[in-house]
């Protein structure tokens, strides 16, 4: 059986799924969250809580609550944690900001970095991390999981 993919999301992915909770980030945070380890860091927890408390996206999005912040937080503090040295966070990406997932994603030995930043996903790759948007993760687990029930069945007929 293939181990439960180690993933990061980026600020972008809980900032679509409040904005959208049946979009295919919303999906992903909210109703397959059992299907992957999600990985983060202070550094990152405190930067999506800061984004979905500015003014000015909350008037735009109307949808993020302080309710749908609390369900990110919830998730964040379920989320396994890494800790990361800001000393050792290598300048990899265009955009600087994004490094600090770059490290999680190192310092986590994660599968994948899900993300819909171009300045990301043009890397594809960072250390043995995937570099992948929504779609290609949730392609991910669905394959795992029609793989992981055909393992089940042909144990079943034995």
Do not use: W
């Not at 293939?2 to 979009?23: E, G, H, K, W």
């Not at 202070?42 to 609390?70: C, G, M, N, Y």
Request: aromatic share 6%.
């Amino acid at each position: 059986m293939a181990a439960t993919p180690r993933v990061i999301f980026d600020t972008q992915i809980f900032l679509r799924s409040v904005i959208n909770r049946y979009s295919a980030c919303g999906r992903l945070v909210f109703d397959q969250s059992s299907d992957y380890e999600l990985f983060t860091t202070d550094k990152i927890d405190a930067e999506v809580l800061e984004v979905l408390s500015r003014s000015s996206l909350r008037i735009k999005f109307p949808q993020i609550t302080d309710q749908t912040v609390q369900l990110i937080k919830l998730l964040l503090e379920q989320a396994h944690r890494v800790s990361i040295n800001p000393d050792n966070v290598e300048p990899v990406c265009r955009d600087p900001k994004d490094d600090i997932f770059l490290a999680c994603a190192k310092v986590a030995q994660a599968d994948y970095l899900v993300s819909e930043d171009n300045d990301l996903l043009v890397l594809q790759q960072y250390h043995n991390t995937k570099i992948v948007n929504v779609a290609a993760f949730l392609n991910v687990l669905e394959q795992r999981q029609a793989s992981l029930a055909e393992d089940e069945g042909s144990h079943e007929s034995q």
